[in-house]
């Protein structure tokens, strides 16, 4: 039994029920036995009775009785079903965390959530793993495709997460990718604007979509079509057969940045779906692979992510090292990852 404990309510945690604040706090609690706490005026806040259904505000203080012991912790991950192995490839992907957010440098080849075709092995279904002490399993506030890696967040809490999920409506949050090109695109710095709209016919529930590209003339006259608004940056090239490129997606649709890309002639190398049907790259722009010792997985990477902290206002800027993929064709290709400027896009004159 543990002694008497008075707990202040944290800033993320107000605005919810006792019963659930404490269960999150105390999993060993049943919700009779919590009751039973209030009933008895065993539980208190700031001083008074309450019932199991009072509502908690930040800054309240809540008196908590000698409680019985948590049952022993499983392996982390265990009760999920997540295999050591798993356990340890998603903890050691932990790139930056606090109190409030987990950010994830994602590996190319896990999707982030299930769905159809992805299997049951996925970045939520191995959050469970990514408690590291805390009561709530993190739950994802945006998504990478399955093959693209870098920068994913986490929320530790249902507030931080719906806090994020404004910024990044409020285009609050910057995100930079970057990406393998097929061919040079000309000008050097500019601005898509196709808008987008889901193939028909690609799959059983959604496997295997694919998002066409409208001309932004188009897109109000076209069922389904959305806006769709890319900047690009060329950073370095390779003659003429390809360029490293930084992409900032302004919206944020479905393969926005490998369609785009697509589009204008210069599709990612190794995007299998939107590099056409000739995928060898022979230096005019178009084939998204490049051959000899360069990778033919999806050459796109979310590089960094600027975002005001939901709890503290302070700037945050993170920064993704490339995978094994990307990081072998920077060294082929003679680039250095050092040598780009933090923003590209803040060099324009």
Not at 74 to 91: C, L, N, V
Request: charged fraction near 25%.
């Amino acid at each position: 039994m543990s002694g008497v404990e008075t707990i202040t309510v944290a800033e993320d945690e107000g605005d919810q029920r006792l019963d659930r604040w404490l269960k999150k706090r105390f999993p060993q609690l049943t919700q009779g036995a919590v009751e039973k706490l209030c009933r008895t005026g065993q539980l208190r806040v700031d001083g008074g009775r309450v019932k199991a259904s009072s509502r908690l505000e930040a800054g309240m203080q809540v008196r908590v009785p000698p409680l019985p012991p948590a049952a022993p912790a499983a392996p982390r991950g265990a009760e999920a079903g997540i295999s050591p192995a798993d356990a340890a490839m998603i903890e050691a992907a932990v790139l930056w965390q606090d109190q409030h957010i987990i950010a994830l440098n994602k590996p190319p080849g896990l999707p982030s959530q299930g769905g159809s075709g992805q299997g049951d092995r996925h970045v939520d279904g191995l959050a469970e793993a990514l408690r590291f002490g805390y009561k709530e399993r993190p739950k994802l506030v945006h998504r990478l495709d399955k093959d693209t890696s870098g920068i994913l967040l986490l929320a530790r809490t249902d507030r931080v997460a719906r806090r994020l999920s404004e910024a990044f409506r409020d285009r609050t949050t910057r995100k930079i990718y970057w990406a393998v090109v097929a061919g040079v695109p000309a000008p050097a710095m500019g601005t898509i604007r196709f808008g987008l709209v889901k193939a028909p016919g690609h799959g059983k529930g959604g496997a295997g979509e694919k998002m066409l590209c409208i001309h932004p003339a188009k897109v109000n006259q076209t069922e389904g079509a959305k806006r769709a608004t890319t900047d690009y940056a060329v950073i370095e090239r390779l003659g003429s057969r390809a360029a490293w490129v930084a992409l900032v997606p302004i919206t944020g649709r479905t393969h926005q940045l490998r369609a785009h890309m697509a589009e204008i002639g210069h599709p990612i190398v190794g995007d299998g779906k939107y590099g056409g049907s000739g995928q060898e790259n022979l230096g005019d722009g178009w084939g998204a692979q490049l051959g000899g010792d360069i990778s033919r997985k999806l050459h796109l990477h979310a590089r960094s992510i600027a975002f005001d902290h939901p709890v503290t206002g302070e700037r945050i800027t993170l920064t993704a090292p490339l995978p094994a993929h990307m990081a072998k064709t920077w060294a082929t290709f003679g680039w250095r990852a050092d040598d780009a400027p933090e923003d590209p896009f803040a060099e324009a004159p």
